[in-house]
């Protein structure tokens, strides 16, 4: 139950003008389709699947697989083309996801989910926190309680938990503890110093 596949002419119908967008500057050839298990804080078991770069592709699915062993709680694991690739409407149904190809949160730079070198885990009690213009931007914006990480709720994600440790030994960075301008609890992302490696004309 734990895959990888290429981009086959199913899949592709799947997510063409969404989270493949028009003018999407990343070839389909360096995209895979990922199928997982996961579970959810009742220790349920689901059906999961993402889209993810080539690059990552073998590190998500030992990831993915050694959290479900772990019985780690990930809520839901859809293709974001369920949701319209709208990421605040996928986030607020804490729904986790890698590939949909857009620009960073006010910024003209191609975002690292838009590669597929990067995956939202547990969004919506993981929120996104930055000051834009002197205004505190909040993604999802229904996600203020969750801002105080002293608190203790569902879903969270600690650098101590086995998410973030997985993640780390595969060499990706949690947007937690990674800048000092902003805090994106639920993301974890290839270093920028190989993403540009791979794609130099894209960040």
């Known amino acids: ?6 981009i086959d002419n199913d899949i592709f119908a799947r997510i063409k003008g969404k989270s493949y967008k028009d003018g999407c500057t990343v070839p389909l050839e360096d995209l895979r389709y990922l199928h997982i298990l996961h579970k959810d804080l009742e220790r349920q078991t689901h059906e999961g699947e993402l889209i993810c770069n080539v690059n990552i592709a073998a590190d998500l699915l030992d990831i993915f697989q050694r959290l479900y062993e772990a019985a ?7 293709l974001i083309d369920e949701y319209g690739a709208d990421d605040e409407t996928s986030m607020l149904a804490n729904n986790s996801s890698c590939f949909n190809f857009r620009l960073i949160s006010h910024t003209t730079n191609v975002s690292k989910h838009g590669l597929g070198l990067a995956v939202d885990i547990n969004p919506l009690y993981n929120p996104y926190i930055k000051e834009v213009d002197g205004k505190r931007v909040l993604e999802p914006a229904t996600a203020e ?39 994106d609890y639920q993301h974890f992302a290839i ?10 004309s894209n960040i």
């Open 1 to 6: 139950m734990f895959y990888i596949k290429r």
């Open 72 to 78: 780690y709680p990930i809520e839901r694991v859809r």
């Open 145 to 183: 309680e969750y801002i105080d990480r002293s608190k203790d709720f569902p879903y969270k994600i600690e650098e101590s938990d086995l998410c973030c440790k997985l993640f780390a030994e595969h060499g990706f960075e949690w947007g937690g503890n990674c800048w000092d301008n902003r805090k």
């Open 191 to 200: 270093p920028d110093e190989i993403v540009a490696r791979l794609y130099k």
